[in-house]
């Protein structure tokens, strides 16, 4: 294995693959580079001379400038190059569309196929609480449950805690009110009690109006302050839709159900060579099966946001990824915040510079496919193919937002790792291989070793195998933790 990479012809910089000393000497197109200062795991190092105010080249694309002369085998970081980027764009749509390989592989995996024909990869008994004020109650009546009944036959019980659902205006009530139905008609949940204060302005009545349709035989309603005691009511009512969900069980049904949500966080400079392609090959082959993938984190297409662009199926797709794109760039701009501070200081010390960095290495996660759809935040999945979501960059509020949305899973991943999870299963996929072996209680699997000699394909193939078996019902480490977790977008006024 070479101790460097060179990722596209293009370049003018190598990306470390492990740590390098002072004085090392890399050949590199049969010329000699000697390094002039120690370069980290995941860095970048100058190919060539640099002058100042050039563009700094990586994946074949500018990931910002140069702000003073860079010599060759000098460390390439924040220190000598800035972001390219600034407001409001304009943009040309030029059609660039690969062709998706559509061999019907006929793969399977055991889920649970619902009376409106939908399906889930889990079975899950969910509170879904309208106001912040109402989850320890939400708590109470689980305790109460478990302490009258034995759940056997179902994947999980949860309470999904939140801080919203009064006190709130606007957008910020309207995504409150879309997040939460979006919640309880997800096919995970093969049972839901959506659980009330009475005074909050995300009241019942309105909320159950906003829900259309939705099965009676799955969904309960209780108003705490209505009920004479509300965790008795409470525990009733989870076993009522106990009693309809134990006998649910799963059968085979076609990988073209699958709906994945591709999100990243905690990335160093290995996520855009290792994790973030396999997942993007990983997309385009279940969209060749018919299935669903679904990217989002907004402001980590800025930068990268006309590959997108020019993937898009048709005009109209097109117009709605660029106001994707300068919506999220106004909403910053409106709060008087540039839209370029994006990488963490935890993206930065694993050698990421710039948000065009971050966001070319971001969206290999999204793979070749055409771009069929764009979502608003809140909205559900229409089409088969890949689609754009909306929503920030946060681990948290974005994975809800794919939850929402219709997503099956959260494929996650990180150069350094996080416990968390999400509504629906949450797969963390390392970057590197010291990552997936010191934090093995966090990480479910590894594509360190595409640095390791080991070809894509087998990779990939490994990968849609685990992938099927965790949609057939194996636990994921954030499951297994009992790490679940709900956020929702905030932009205004809390009263």
């Known amino acids: 294995m070479k101790p460097f990479i060179k990722i596209n012809n293009r370049d003018n910089l190598l990306v470390a693959l492990e740590d390098l000393k002072k004085d090392t000497v890399l050949i590199v197109e049969n010329k000699e580079i000697r390094l002039k200062e120690d370069i980290n795991k995941g860095h970048k190092i100058a190919l060539r001379d640099i002058d100042e105010s050039e563009n700094v080249i990586k994946y074949g ?121 979006d919640i309880v008609k997800h096919p995970n949940a093969g049972g839901v009690l959506v659980l009330g204060l009475g005074c909050e302005n995300n009241g019942m009545e309105a909320f159950v109006d906003s829900l259309g349709d939705y099965n009676k035989k799955r969904v309960r309603f209780l108003v705490a302050q209505e009920a004479e005691n509300e965790v008795e009511e409470g525990t009733v009512l989870l076993k009522e839709l106990y009693a309809h969900m134990k006998n649910d069980y799963r059968q085979e049904v076609s990988i073209a159900n699958l709906k994945i949500g591709l999100k990243c966080g905690g990335s160093d400079g290995l996520s855009g060579i290792t994790a973030n392609p396999l997942v993007g090959k990983f997309s385009d082959y279940l969209i060749s099966q018919g299935g669903v993938t679904v990217l989002t984190e907004v402001p980590e297409m800025f930068g990268a946001e006309t590959i997108l662009m020019n993937r898009c199926i048709d005009e109209e797709v097109f117009h709605k990824t660029v106001n994707l794109i300068n919506n999220f760039k106004q909403y910053f701009m409106d709060y008087k915040q540039p839209v370029y501070e994006n990488p963490s200081p935890g993206n930065k010390a694993g050698g990421i510079t710039t948000l065009e960095d971050k966001s070319l290495g971001c969206t290999q996660k999204g793979g070749n496919a055409p771009v069929v759809d764009v979502l608003d935040y809140g909205e559900t999945i229409k089409e088969k193919g890949l689609n754009l979501l909306s929503a920030p960059g946060n681990d948290l509020v974005a994975s809800t937002a794919l939850g929402a949305a219709g997503c099956h899973m959260v494929l996650f991943t990180t150069g350094r790792g996080t416990p968390f999870g999400s509504l629906v299963p949450t797969m963390k996929i390392s970057s590197n291989s010291k990552l997936y072996d010191r934090k093995s209680n966090w990480i479910d699997f590894n594509s360190g070793v595409l640095i390791e000699d080991t070809y894509m394909e087998t990779v990939v193939e490994q990968f849609v195998e685990y992938v099927l078996e965790v949609a057939s019902g194996t636990l994921l480490d954030n499951e297994k933790n009992g790490c679940r977790e709900i956020s929702i977008f905030k932009t205004g006024v809390t009263l």
């Open 61 to 181: 694309y500018p990931i910002g400038h140069a702000i003073k002369d860079i010599g060759i085998g000098e460390w390439v970081h924040t220190h000598n190059i800035k972001t390219n980027l600034s407001g409001i764009e304009e943009y040309q749509y030029n059609k660039k569309i690969q062709p998706i390989d559509h061999e019907d592989k006929k793969l399977t995996f055991k889920g649970y196929v619902r009376e409106d024909g939908k399906v889930g990869i889990r079975n899950e008994l969910w509170i879904v609480p309208l106001v912040g004020c109402v989850n320890s109650v939400g708590e109470l009546i689980i305790r109460k449950f478990k302490e009258e009944v034995n759940p056997e036959g179902i994947d999980a019980i949860e309470v999904f805690h939140h801080n919203y659902g009064c006190s709130q205006l606007g957008d910020d009530h309207e995504n409150t009110k879309k997040i939460l139905g």
